[in-house]
């Protein structure tokens, strides 16, 4: 039994590849399937209560009350602006507003500061 001239194609060649890859498919979709059962087994279970993080919880709350908050910068006004303003800015609940600092004080204040910023520049600071 001799075979000649092997230059067509060879069917069960073709026909043995096919049946492995069928098997291949078969088993991945048996084990998608036995994975799938697995995992929705496993989410059924109960949670464990974490009683450790509302322990951590109020630690980290009591910890925030104890820093010390950052001051902030507040221009103050003199008598004859206030007294300009005349009415104070309220809220519906009575609660004071801050005071809006009048435009020829924050020209002034302006001014100052690129000086400021001038003087480091000409020390090459900046």
């Known amino acids: 039994d001799v075979k000649l001239g092997g230059l067509g194609p060879d069917y069960e060649a073709i026909k043995e590849k096919k049946q492995k890859l069928k098997l291949q498919k078969e088993y991945s979709r048996q084990i998608k399937e036995y994975n799938m059962r697995n995992i929705t087994f496993v989410q059924r279970l109960p949670a464990k209560p974490q009683v450790t993080s509302s322990v951590a919880?109020?630690?980290?709350?009591?910890?925030?009350?104890?820093?010390?908050?950052?001051?902030?910068?507040?221009?103050?006004?003199?008598?004859?602006?206030?007294?300009?303003?005349?009415?104070?800015?309220?809220?519906?609940?009575?609660?004071?507003?801050?005071?809006?600092?009048?435009?020829?004080?924050?020209?002034?204040?302006?001014?100052?500061?690129?000086?400021?910023?001038?003087?480091?520049?000409?020390?090459?600071?900046?």
Not at 62 to 73: D, G, H, S
Not at 94 to 101: Q, R, S, V
């Open 57 to 126: 919880r109020q630690k980290a709350l009591e910890y925030a009350k104890k820093i010390p908050r950052p001051k902030t910068f507040m221009t103050k006004q003199s008598d004859k602006e206030v007294e300009e303003e005349g009415v104070v800015p309220q809220t519906s609940d009575g609660i004071n507003l801050p005071e809006i600092p009048s435009l020829e004080t924050l020209r002034s204040r302006h001014e100052k500061e690129k000086e400021v910023v001038a003087a480091l520049k000409a020390l090459h600071i900046l």
